[in-house]
């Protein structure tokens, strides 16, 4: 394990902190994580699409919303339906053949958001399919994220896109913020609400300077995501510069929430120490 001290203190305010229920407190039943989190001090969560099918199951968005009500905790991020997750697949967009699947789904993510205010939401791009060109499922894509962008539009929501780690997500053809940006400032240009996952894991797996990164990308940065490398454990558990990478990003102006989407290296309770350096450094809110 490797500790970065002390960390440096940043010029703006901490940034809040969220639990990512998919992989946090995972010893409990999904609907009994909300309160776990609260109870281990977060007030904010976020989670992948918690169902197996893209249209959640009768009742099941009621369950979630009370859950999270009684927890008393905030949902400030929640990824749209991206097919069979734990199967390999990793998003639909970019699939020609999904469009109405994901607009489908885009219409619970869209009744979730109103009713627990979460607006920012992670669209996974789409591995490459062997059946259709490159530039059929880019064109796919950018017409499912221009249409979801126009969608979440309504309620304030703003649409995240993710880089992901090499070797670990199949055909994935987004493996470095540049690509992201690429889109940002071409094709989607038109669409100030869809922005830049920032995970620190899948960043630093592809060898992205982490630190350097955040200032550079600021100001695409929709969201952040905290997990170490190798590994994905929680901050120290491997060699990332996660501190560093944090105090980059206030001074470079991001004031997003930040969200532990990393996998423990043993009970969620017991891997917290990492938060708590970062809240003495003031680069998280804490309790």
């Known amino acids: 394990m490797t500790t970065e001290a002390p960390y440096p203190r940043p010029s703006g305010r901490p940034l809040a902190l969220a639990a990512n229920l998919s992989l946090l407190f995972t010893e409990l039943p999904f609907l009994a994580r909300p309160a776990a989190a609260r109870a281990a001090g977060f007030d904010r969560v976020?989670?992948?699409?918690?169902?197996?099918?893209?249209?959640?199951?009768?009742?099941?968005?009621?369950?979630?919303?009370?859950?999270?009500a009684a927890a008393g905790v905030d949902?400030?991020?929640?990824?749209?339906?991206?097919?069979?997750?734990?199967g390999g697949e990793r998003g639909v967009a970019s699939d020609p053949a999904r469009r109405a699947e994901l607009e489908a789904n885009c219409a619970d993510?869209?009744?979730?958001?109103?009713?627990?205010?979460c607006r920012h939401f992670n669209l996974l791009y789409g591995q490459r399919?062997?059946?259709?060109?490159?530039?059929?499922?880019?064109?796919?894509?950018?017409s499912a994220i221009d249409w979801v962008a126009r969608a979440v539009a309504v309620i304030g929501g703003t649409v995240l896109i993710e880089p992901l780690a090499k070797g670990l997500n199949g055909t994935y053809p987004l493996t470095d913020p540049d690509h992201v940006v690429d889109l940002l400032q071409g094709p989607l240009v038109e669409h100030p609400n869809v922005k830049l996952l920032f995970d620190t894991f899948h960043l630093g797996s592809n060898g992205v300077d982490i630190v350097t990164a955040a200032g550079k990308y600021a100001p695409w940065i929709g969201h952040v995501q905290l997990a170490d490398a190798p590994g994905r454990g929680e901050p120290g558990s491997g060699h990332l510069p996660i501190g560093a990478t944090l105090e980059r990003l206030v001074n470079a102006g991001y004031r997003?929430?930040?969200?532990?989407?990393?996998?423990?290296?043993?009970?969620?309770?017991?891997?917290?120490?990492?938060?708590?350096?970062?809240?003495?450094?003031?680069?998280?809110?804490?309790?």
Request: charged share 20%.
């Open 75 to 86: 949902l400030v991020g929640l990824n749209f339906f991206a097919g069979d997750m734990p």
């Open 109 to 117: 993510v869209l009744r979730i958001g109103r009713e627990t205010g």
């Open 256 to 287: 997003g929430t930040v969200a532990a989407e990393n996998k423990p290296t043993a009970s969620t309770e017991q891997t917290l120490g990492w938060v708590e350096a970062l809240a003495r450094a003031g680069l998280v809110a804490w309790r």
């Open 46 to 68: 976020e989670m992948w699409w918690p169902f197996t099918e893209a249209i959640a199951p009768s009742g099941a968005i009621d369950a979630l919303v009370d859950a999270l």
């Open 129 to 142: 399919l062997e059946r259709y060109s490159a530039a059929e499922q880019d064109a796919a894509a950018i």
